[in-house]
């Protein structure tokens, strides 16, 4: 089933792209309240994670960070130097995240948890330092792609087998291009010797 437009996704392969998929193709962090489903959703925090502090402030922070990673990211896949906005990420990579540990789950499982609960720089830390992560890495890198969706801009990390996907979601955005392909299709059959055009 297709996701609704305002639906979150984590689908793009990194964090940080995950967290730029956020404003396409219309703005999914709307509120607190979603910034903290993204946050668990994205496996930034895990389940359980005490988020009361989650407020506007943190949404514009995160829509910051999504806008400068936007461009950074947008700007590698050009082939366009963006220096001043790689310092930028660089800085707020330098912020530590949140440390992690290990607990024993109800079941006896061990499971993540923080130490602590989290601060926005924190968090914010943890998404630059995976952009890091996905920017330096030549493997990586490489099979970052832009959506060859019509009305799409996401990237995302091709590891499909011969790097041939061709879109952020084949349920999305490959549903949306051979629904419209069929319509193209069969509104040029001929109706009484006549081709249709639309």
Known sequence: MAAASHEL?????????????????????????????????SRTVPPGTPLDAVDADWLVRFQGVRDLL??????????????????????????????????RGPGGL???SLAVAPDCGALLGQVARDA?????????RGQLRQCEGES?????????????RR?????????????????????????NGRALNG
């Open 110 to 112: 061990l499971v993540r």
């Open 70 to 103: 936007h461009r950074v990211v947008h700007g590698e896949i050009a082939g366009r130097a963006a220096d001043p906005d790689l310092e930028r990420v660089n800085a707020l990579a330098a912020t530590a995240p949140p440390a992690p540990r290990a607990v």
């Open 152 to 164: 799409c801009s996401l990237v995302y990390l091709d590891t499909s087998r011969g790097r041939r």
């Open 167 to 191: 879109w952020c979601s084949s349920e999305v955005c490959g549903n949306r291009e051979r629904v419209a392909r069929h319509r193209r299709r069969a509104g040029a059959q001929p109706v």
């Open 132 to 140: 890091v992560d996905l920017l330096t890495d030549p493997v990586a």
């Open 9 to 41: 996704r984590f689908d793009t392969g990194r964090l940080c792209l995950d967290l730029v998929a956020t404003a396409e193709p219309a703005e999914r962090l709307d509120g607190p309240r979603r910034l903290r489903s993204w946050l668990v959703g």
